[in-house]
């Protein structure tokens, strides 16, 4: 299991991650039902419901599904949407962005480097120096408090 570090100890911060390959039924045995609704399937949890959405604790935010260190809370803001927002991930290379363009719009969806799972989308209205906002589903994270 990866543990919280400082911002220059980061979990291979800089190098894709290995993939991690699971079947259906592997990923089922390891979450819960909500966790496998958001990674496996894109699910999306209501606004305002997830453990994260308020939440201010001192720490990294991982990859629910593989433990993969994603977000600091050092750059965690209160964007009012309900979701738990990010103005930039710990490392580029460990998230993905693809094209969504399911519901009558166009997103770009956010993915985890290491196990394909989705976390949420990033938009543009996000606060300096990014500009970026991710709004990360908190079913697809596991917080690690700093010590």
């Known amino acids: 299991?990866?543990?919280?570090?400082?911002?220059?100890?980061?979990?291979?911060?800089?190098?894709?991650?290995?993939?991690?390959?699971?079947?259906?039924?592997?990923?089922?045995?390891?979450?819960?039902?909500?966790?496998?609704?958001?990674?496996?399937?894109?699910?999306?949890?209501?606004?305002?419901?997830?453990?994260?959405?308020?939440?201010?604790?001192?720490?990294?935010?991982?990859?629910?599904?593989?433990?993969?260190?994603?977000?600091?809370?050092?750059?965690?803001?209160?964007s009012g949407t309900g979701w738990p927002s990010f103005w930039k991930p710990i490392s580029e290379t460990h998230i993905l962005r693809e094209e969504d363009n399911s519901f009558f719009t166009r997103r770009t969806e956010v993915l985890c480097a290491r196990c394909d799972g989705h976390l949420g989308h990033v938009f543009n209205d996000g606060p300096p120096p990014t500009g970026l906002r991710y709004c990360m589903n908190s079913a697809a994270l596991k917080f690690v408090e700093k010590k």
Not at 2 to 25: H, N, R, Y
Not at 36 to 62: C, M, P, S, W
């Open 1 to 78: 299991m990866a543990l919280a570090v400082s911002e220059g100890e980061k979990q291979g911060a800089g190098k894709m991650p290995e993939k991690i390959l699971k079947t259906e039924e592997e990923w089922k045995k390891t979450l819960t039902p909500e966790q496998f609704n958001v990674l496996r399937k894109k699910g999306t949890e209501q606004a305002f419901t997830g453990k994260y959405h308020d939440f201010k604790g001192k720490g990294i935010y991982q990859c629910a599904g593989c433990d993969l260190d994603l977000f600091s809370s050092e750059t965690k803001f209160d």
